[in-house]
């Protein structure tokens, strides 16, 4: 089990070792347009996480960075947007709606204010060093819909009121109880047309989260499985919110106890004392105290990391450790997060900024007169097989405006995922083989399309076999 996974492995290592190169032909004078440039590629992938009050933002946030940073209760919490970022040492500042920037101290619980009063601060940035925030950075931000505080405004001027592109989130992570509401539905497409205000751009993609999924339909001890329930929910509400690029089941709780290794071998010996125990005496254990044999601390510490779905459901599963942990893992609903968040977010994140460098580098060229053997190098970087995933990508963007529903694309998707292998191809020959058979196949699919996003598709994916038929050829 990863964390969220970068985009394609090698491609802003390619990327950088291109500005290498260039640094080198140019020596010095390559210095501050190259640096430039680099920073922007570097930038990590912004996602936002967004929802009504309550809904577990903060708690997903926490088991995306690996780490109980931002607090979670069962009251209105969060109150001011914050940013979690991948730094050493870890700390926390403030950041003024001024624009300076105030050191405040980060406690085991988070960032605390102190002194700086709430009202004269834009936004919170904590920096930890956790190897899940390397690729990205996350936003934990106030609970949207709330009459009572301004917490909710806070948040939606924050989150669209950027002003620089660079700034817009990449993606964001929209939770939602059991229903898409009116006003919810309205935040989404906000956030959408900000997002795609450059023409540039495609929009952000926008996940849509059915939060508390281990809570769904009744709550753990109804006769429905929740989560199971939440699943098929989240499916039918893909398909009547055509806005969501997708939407998934999540227990941010379970992701939460998962991710920021908060269960210890007692806990687990305590769920598999409750195996024998009957449903009734544990729903209302609250109430009735614990079964004998666990202490009522132990029982609530339980409760509180695996809520009564991980009494219920979990007992089955707690022989060992690491069986536990793999089934929380499984019925949390990351593993389906993290699937997504690569395809539909990193690759596509990444592609962008990789292209951005190059049209940087390009334009560099030009305007500072760069010799023609770096040029040269430029030129024909762009057309390397290392920066092909960018051509998959546009041509993708390109049939996704102009042919919705295009066979090409669900093909231009699988292709985002950097592990793909034709299916039953058992040897590398094999895949090699059945690689370039598809590239020929796609290669006349170019020859008899009907319009010019689709031959341009077909060509692309026929290179993308091409490439990975002879990338297998090598691996043999
Ligand atoms: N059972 C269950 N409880 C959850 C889940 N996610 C969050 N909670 C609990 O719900 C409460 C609210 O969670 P938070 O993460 O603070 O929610 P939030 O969306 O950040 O809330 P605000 O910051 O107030 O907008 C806490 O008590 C969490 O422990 C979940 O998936 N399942
Ligand atoms: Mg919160």
Redesign the pocket.
Known sequence: MGHIPGGHPKLRSDAEELLMKVESLLGLSAGPAVERLRNALQRPVVIVVA?R????????VNSLISVKLAP???????SLVCCYAYSAPARAEAVLRSAEVVPIPLGPSGPALEDVSKETVDYLRVYVQAAALQPVTII?T??LGSAMTNNSARSESWILGKSDMQDVPDAMLY?VRDNFRPDDADFIARFRAHSGRDRERETAPVIGLV?????HAGGAWHNVEPVDTAKADAVKLAGETPQLDAVLP?????AETVRTGALRERDVRNLRFLTGCDDTRLQFAEYLGPPDGVTTEDFRRLLALV?P?GIRYGREHAGSAAQLMDWLYERSGLAGLEEILQIRVMVPAECARVEEMLSGLTAAARSLAWPPQVRALIESARHAPAFHRLQEESALALLRESAPGHEFIAVLEDLRQPDWRPPASTSAAQWSDSCLQLASRYQAKAGTAKTGAEARAARVIARSFLIRSSEARTSA
């Open positions: 929802g009050v309550n809904t577990g933002k903060s708690t997903l979670t209760s069962a009251q209105e919490t969060t934990d106030p609970g939770l939060a508390h999924a281990d809570n999540i227990s941010a709780l379970l809520g779905y």
